[in-house]
């Protein structure tokens, strides 16, 4: 059962639109920092060739799943971080930190070097032949050493999350993006190193954010006398908070993949389509992991400071935004969604199926802003086995939707329509209905700095 404590003092409406509007904005544009580099790499490599470019898309593809399991590493943090500073304790804090840090160099450490033997035959199980599967190798066996840096970028984001900084992540990730342009223009063009230099010039650009990182987590530590070596315990007890969200990660990613599994049978245009409509559904979401890393980091250190009204108060605001900027979003696609296809590709077909795979997008957009921002919430109260468990519910009710949609042997604009509704209204509404019974309950709310 959760403690229980005396109503705190409550601040005004506008003060909680302050602070989150702190901690948010910067948060957008690190968040958005990941596929500028992505991009970047391919707008060096592609022209370099086809064959490049190729190889390159397929190895970041295996590269960003592997990485995006490993997210856990800042949302376990995170809130493990701003307990401790809720409750005034930044000692523990600032070890919480420590721990996490260490943990993220262990995987590091073990997921580059699995990479590295595993890299070759990963590439050819996915189908890559001739000069596509060798540039797909080397860019993998070589972005290996920056993966390690990636996750430690990840521990210490969560831990600056945690202490209320959003904005040293900001200045890094833009740092960081301009450093990877540099080195990778350099060694691709200057230095002649091809698809090679682009991957070593990003995991010199990830080092280099690591190193930032390290540096402040060592320098806050010592100040307060936290010692720099790990505690086996606290290790432990990231690692089995760490294990339920990276379950529900997980889970996502099942979903996504299960989805594109279903379109690929729907025939090329639909792909194409899908794949656009997925990159504007992705933008979209950026703002809203915005919001929930803000809720991430109050929400942990209200429940810290054992401050249940306040954690309450500040769940409505960012709800309430979530859904607002949904609908608003949600219109202004609509809007846009006869012409949004034309900024991508000038083939007509699917400009026509784009179009309304984008207007099923908008209507699910308020559905998206409550699911994200709550999502946020709850991780940031720790309450990761819960969200696992129903993000496996959420994938058992989803893959029936898919199977209709695929058995159906439907294609063209009714198809993705279809699928589109499957996902952003279908598998979006169950997500939203396990999130908010839970939000709407008190189990999630623990307080102290445990």
Do not use: C
Not at 45 to 60: D, K, P
Not at 258 to 285: D, E, P, R
Not at 343 to 372: E, K, N
Not at 376 to 401: H, Q, T
């Amino acid at each position: 059962m959760p403690r229980q404590s005396a109503p705190a003092a409550t601040h005004a409406p506008t003060g909680h639109a302050r602070e989150i509007l702190r901690l948010a904005v910067p948060a957008f544009g690190a968040l958005i920092a990941e596929p500028l580099f992505l991009l970047a790499d391919s707008a060096i490599v592609g022209h370099l060739g086809v064959a490049q470019l190729a190889g390159v898309g397929l190895a970041s593809a295996v590269l960003h799943t592997a990485v995006g399991l490993m997210v856990f590493l800042a949302y376990s943090t995170t809130p493990a971080v701003a307990r401790a500073i809720g409750d005034g304790q930044l000692g523990k804090a600032l070890a919480a930190g420590r721990d996490g840090v260490w943990l993220a160099l262990l995987l590091g450490l073990v997921l580059a070097a699995a990479g590295f033997v595993a890299a070759e035959p990963v590439v050819s199980l996915m189908g890559a032949e001739g000069d596509v599967r060798t540039f797909a190798v080397g860019y993998l066996q070589w972005s290996m050493p920056g993966l390690v840096a990636m996750l430690l970028v990840f521990a210490g984001t969560g831990v600056l999350r945690g202490l209320q900084d959003t904005r040293t992540p900001l200045v890094v990730a833009t740092a960081g993006f301009g450093l990877n342009v540099v080195l990778n223009l350099w060694l691709v063009y200057g230095l002649g190193l091809s698809v090679t230099g682009s991957a070593v010039g990003t995991s010199i650009a990830q080092w280099a954010m690591a190193a930032v990182y390290l540096v402040m987590v060592q320098r806050n530590a010592v100040r307060v006398g936290v010692g720099l070596f790990p505690d086996w315990h606290g290790i432990r007890a990231m690692t089995r908070i760490g294990s339920w969200l990276m379950l529900r990660t997980l889970s996502l990613r099942i979903a996504i993949l299960a989805t594109v599994v279903v379109v690929t049978a729907q025939g090329a245009v639909n792909l194409a389509a899908h794949q656009l409509a997925m990159s504007i559904f992705s933008f979209l979401a950026f703002a809203l992991d915005a919001l929930a890393i803000a809720a991430q980091a109050l929400i942990g250190r209200e429940l810290g400071a054992s401050n249940a009204v306040r954690a309450r108060l500040l769940t409505r605001t960012m709800i309430r935004w979530g859904v607002g900027f949904g609908v608003v979003t949600g219109l202004l696609l609509a809007v846009a969604a006869p012409w949004a296809g034309a900024l991508f590709t000038s083939d007509p077909a699917v400009h026509s199926v784009l179009t309304f795979a984008l207007w099923v997008v908008a209507a699910g957009q308020p559905i998206a802003g409550y699911v994200f921002v709550l999502d946020g919430v709850l991780i940031g109260a720790g309450d990761a086995r819960y969200l696992a468990l129903a993000g496996l519910a959420n994938l058992a009710v989803y893959v029936p939707m898919l199977l209709a949609v695929s058995i159906s042997g439907i294609s063209g604009v009714t198809g993705l329509t279809w699928l589109w509704a499957a996902f952003a209204l279908g598998y979006m509404a169950a997500r939203a209905l396990t999130l908010g019974i839970r939000g709407s309950s008190d189990r999630w709310m623990v307080l102290g700095s445990r």
